[in-house]
T-cell receptor, first 114, second 115 residues
């Protein structure tokens, strides 16, 4: 069975500092990896995905993520955090091939402190 | 880009009544849609996979008679919470996959409160 782990329930970072939100995964075969952001009482917004190719993936709002196959990780990063980045972030994985189910991590609340 | 519209965004209903939530793909056809439930401070739990023109596939532990899913067209899937009870109060989110695209597009969610 596939799974996603987000080890931190909450990450606090000062505005302007770099941020990292951690994610590790387990899946059979090649992974398709995603990051989504959720604001209060809203649906999920797509940030970025890794399917194949370069391990460093750039996405929306200045976010990027690095795929590390040996460590089965897909950490979300941003060089300089904004207060408006404060939200709930979900990492997700699905296996390749067909319409496979997406498995979500438990989410990490990012709090950017002014 | 692919847009999924979910309606209503919030609803309050009395215990024992039924509530219907709609999920529409606005600019693409979605043969498969997914319904999730999210509890406070928890991740998304997949409830069922909705397939156009056929019966939905429910995840283990999800009551199919309580959460009725209909996917009658390529652009519309509905979730009906029947005989709602306070424990059904939750945030429900639908998503759809655009053929040929690897990611999923999510609706804006529906906050259901049963009183």
């Amino acid at each position: 069975a596939q799974s996603v782990a987000q080890p931190e329930d909450q990450v606090n970072v000062a505005e302007g500092n770099p941020l990292t939100v951690k994610c590790t995964y387990s899946v059979s075969g090649n992974p398709y990896l995603f990051w989504y952001v959720q604001y209060p009482n809203r649906g999920l917004q797509f940030l970025l995905k890794y399917i194949t190719g370069d391990n460093l993936v750039k996405g929306s709002y200045g976010f990027e993520a690095e795929f590390n196959k040996s460590q089965t990780s897909f950490h979300l990063k941003k060089p300089s955090a904004l207060v408006s980045d404060s939200a709930l972030y979900f990492c997700a994985v699905r296996g390749s091939g067909g319409y496979q189910k997406v498995t979500f991590g438990t989410g990490t609340k990012l709090q950017v402190i002014p | 880009g692919a847009v999924v519209s979910q309606h209503p965004s919030w609803v309050i209903c009395k215990s024992g009544t039924s509530v219907k939530i709609e999920c529409r793909s606005l600019d693409f056809q979605a043969t498969t849609m997914f319904w999730y439930r999210q509890f406070p401070k928890q991740s998304l739990m997949l409830m069922a996979t909705s397939n156009e023109g056929s019966k939905a596939t429910y995840e283990q532990g999800v009551e199919k008679d309580k959460f009725l899913i209909n996917h009658a067209s390529l652009t519309l899937s509905t979730l009906t919470v029947t005989s709602a009870h306070p424990e059904d109060s939750s945030f429900y989110i639908c998503s759809a996959i655009l053929q040929g695209v690897y990611g999923y597009t999510f609706g804006s969610g529906t906050r259901l409160t049963v009183v």
